[in-house]
């Protein structure tokens, strides 16, 4: 997985997380018993949106079980009684971004979303959200640049902001930086990599990425302040609030 760093740090925070492999989707996803399944070439918008449905599906499905003691017990044996029903929020990188904001459309008690350097997709566009929501970009990806921002932007009419970090790349907001700093490779990945992986170092990517969403957990979830951006832009330089 591209993201377990940085789901451990944000359940190290107090948070209850359970991510999602898609079969045929992500590059490769493994069952119990052994059975492995490859990711599909997405190449057509008529892929991504089926992708994005089927997506937006699993993330329903996976809520609607997780309300289910019995089902909650059995895969949380220590944390059964915690469930996953009550009190949550969707995030996402990339389509996963576009995803936590499908899924929202049909899960009406999640409490909010937030999307990590994704393009939106899908009927979210024409409904917009009601609900709190958050757009992360790396540099250069804003409103301005991105014509789905700026489609959605007017029809979220809940709490939302959008922010931009200086020298983040699409893959900046994964493990694989931090990967690449613990093992020694930062300094000597061509330039091609270094493009898709931003320069801002590993240590303090994870550490910029899991505060801010941490933040934003603690707004929706916890009923902490709207305000937290505030209380945290000033440890991080590489973060411009657009909107």
Request: a negative charge.
């Amino acid at each position: 997985m591209l993201y377990n760093s940085m789901l451990q740090s944000i359940a190290a925070a107090g948070f209850l997380v359970v991510s999602i492999d898609h079969p045929y989707d992500a590059d490769i996803v493994e069952f119990p018993d052994g059975t492995t399944i490859t990711g599909l070439d997405l190449n057509t918008d008529a892929d991504i949106e089926l992708t994005l449905t089927t997506r937006a599906d699993d993330v329903a499905f996976l809520f609607k079980q997780s309300t289910n003691t019995s089902i909650i017990s059995k895969l949380f044996a220590e944390y059964g009684q915690a469930g996953c029903g009550r009190k949550t929020a969707f995030i996402g990188h990339s389509l996963g971004g576009a995803t936590a904001a499908a899924a929202i459309l049909q899960v009406p008690s999640v409490r909010g979303g937030l999307n990590l350097d994704g393009s939106m997709f899908g009927p979210v566009l024409e409904t917009g959200l009601d609900r709190p929501f958050m757009l992360i970009g790396h540099e250069n990806k804003t409103q301005a640049t991105d014509p789905s921002w700026k489609t959605i932007w007017p029809k979220l009419t809940g709490w939302k902001r959008e922010v931009e970090v200086e020298g983040a790349a699409h893959y900046s907001f994964s493990d694989l930086p931090l990967l690449t700093a613990v093992l020694g490779l930062q300094e000597s990945l061509p330039a091609e990599v270094g493009e898709v992986l931003g320069t801002v170092k590993g240590h303090r990517m994870m550490n910029l990425t899991v505060t801010y969403v941490t933040g934003f957990l603690d707004m929706v979830l916890k009923s902490g302040s709207g305000d937290f951006l505030g209380d945290i832009d000033g440890d991080f330089s590489e973060v411009i609030e657009v909107a």
